[in-house]
């Protein structure tokens, strides 16, 4: 009975003990799987606000931080204000930043992909898709993936045509990428690692995704769970944003992961050739963004709204969207394209530190369809980014939310009937896809619709 009462004792003073750290801000798991899940995610399950991606009636607009009016550039008292930390801005001022075309003046180039964000992230909403690809190369030495000299990324683009990049034949390994839409990104951002991490740990072995820690730039390089990019080479849409601004545009910035000071080199046919300022092909000083602009676009993005279903789905077609939709859980897609995650409770720390859920992104319930993990389907491209080695053959789940609103298919958008997206999945998707092709037509057609109401 003593002995009770004093481990009683000792319970209650080591609760008393753990309680403040309890009610201390949580912050997001940084470790192994903490068992299977039963639901990937925290309790709560208030839906995340979606868009009907139509352009013309769309609210983009998910509740997190200030709505704002839309800025005039021509009245100095309404022009476009970009935050000066993360959630302080205006989502009209951070949509009007998203979608300028920056000029050299600014620091556009001297390479670059196109003049702005929205350029590339344009349609049905601004954040979404366009049918613009990025270029990368390099070669593969001694079993190992090498850059291209002067970088992986090969631009379209230059404001010289002395540098416009050129590889040379040595470059075996070629991979064109289409665009990913942003839509609904501020959700994924707020998934935690330890969600990402279960919801994986579920999957059976032959399908299992891998998970890659990625540094976070904005956190001192804190690593994190990758999710954005079709090899989940980064975990922040901050440092996306950085590394976009950078080699879409040629905008350097504290947050492009080199130190806002040099430029990519351009890989022209005379060799490598230093474009950075002051060479003669840079006028603009760096940083050419001090980092609010980067800012501005990730905040822009994490305030858009997920994409939504089809609404409404024509009514002919209800019953075969609810049998395509059975159908492709009962053979195993949803295995890679996870349904539902649940991000984590608002107030967690995330992004190693640097990001804090808001309210309007916490405990939301979103319909991705993908777990954001690196899977190998027989598609890799054989080019490594921040994944190491043994991820050149990988690619992320494409995440299947807004398909419908796609029609460039897979990474290097060279797919364009669903049909043939399902019929290049092999390795370790090849049973779903043998599954797939065991169907009558009728449920085949069945699945598609199911897909193309997503
Ligand atoms: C030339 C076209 C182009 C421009 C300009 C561009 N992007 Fe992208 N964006 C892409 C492509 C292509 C991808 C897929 C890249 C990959 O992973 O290989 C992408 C992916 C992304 C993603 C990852 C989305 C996800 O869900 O995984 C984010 C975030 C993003 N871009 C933000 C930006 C921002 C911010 C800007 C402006 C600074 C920008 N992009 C400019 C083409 C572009
Ligand atoms: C083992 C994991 C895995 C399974 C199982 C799987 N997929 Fe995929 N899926 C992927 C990956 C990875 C990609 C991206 C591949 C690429 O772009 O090269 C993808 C891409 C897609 C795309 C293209 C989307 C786009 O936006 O380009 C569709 C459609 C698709 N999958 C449907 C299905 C269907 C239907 C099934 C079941 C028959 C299925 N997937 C099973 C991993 C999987």
Request: net charge negative; hydrophobic share 35%; with cysteine.
């Amino acid at each position: 009975m003593m002995k009770l009462v004093k481990l009683l004792a000792l319970v209650l003073f080591a609760t008393a003990i753990a309680l403040p750290m309890w009610m201390a801000t949580p912050v997001e798991g940084q470790g192994e799987a903490q068992g299977a899940r039963t639901l990937v995610g925290q309790s709560g399950d208030d839906e995340a606000p979606t868009t009907d991606m139509d352009a013309k009636t769309d609210d983009l607009f998910n509740g997190f931080g200030i709505r704002g009016t839309p800025p005039n550039e021509c009245d100095t008292n309404n022009e476009p204000e970009p935050p000066t930390e993360r959630g302080n801005g205006t989502f009209e001022d951070n949509l009007f930043i998203f979608s300028e075309r920056e000029t050299i003046e600014d620091g556009l180039g001297p390479t670059f992909n196109d003049t702005g964000c929205v350029e590339c992230h344009q349609f049905p909403d601004p954040g979404a898709f366009a049918q613009n690809m990025e270029f990368r190369a390099g070669r593969v030495s001694n079993g190992n993936f090498v850059d291209n000299p002067g970088g992986q990324l090969i631009h379209a683009r230059a404001t010289d045509s002395d540098i416009v990049e050129h590889i040379d034949t040595a470059q075996t390994v070629k991979a064109f990428r289409v665009v990913l839409s942003t839509l609904g990104d501020g959700f994924v951002e707020c998934i935690s690692n330890t969600s990402l991490i279960n919801n994986v740990a579920s999957q059976p072995s032959a399908q299992r995704g891998t998970l890659t820690n990625v540094p976070v730039v904005e956190a001192n390089n804190a690593l994190r769970v990758g999710r954005f990019g079709w090899k989940a080479q980064h975990a922040s849409l901050q440092s996306f944003s950085g590394d976009a601004y950078l080699n879409e545009m040629g905008i350097t910035n504290p947050f492009d992961g080199s130190g806002g000071n040099t430029e990519n080199p351009a890989s022209t046919a005379e060799g490598v050739k230093n474009v950075t300022f002051p060479s003669p092909f840079d006028p603009a000083q760096d940083p050419e963004d001090d980092g609010d602009d980067v800012l501005a676009f990730a905040d822009f993005m994490a305030a858009t709204r997920a994409p939504g279903r089809q609404n409404p789905i024509p009514f002919s077609d209800r019953d075969n969207v609810d049998r395509g939709e059975s159908l492709f859980k009962q053979i195993g897609c949803e295995v890679c394209h996870t349904d539902t995650f649940i991000t984590a409770a608002p107030n967690t720390l995330i992004n190693g530190g640097a990001f804090r859920v808001p309210a309007a992104l916490g405990n939301k319930k979103i319909h991705p369809f993908s777990d954001f993990a690196l899977h190998n389907i027989g598609t890799g491209d054989g080019i490594v980014q921040n994944g190491g080695q043994s991820s050149a053959n990988q690619i992320r789940t494409a995440a299947l939310w807004g398909l419908r609103a796609r029609n460039r298919l897979m990474h290097d958008g060279l797919t364009v009937t669903v049909f043939d997206a399902i019929q290049r999945h092999a390795g370790q998707a090849t049973n779903a896809r043998n599954a797939f092709n065991g169907l009558s037509s009728g449920s085949r057609s069945d699945v598609i619709k199911f897909l193309l109401s997503l």
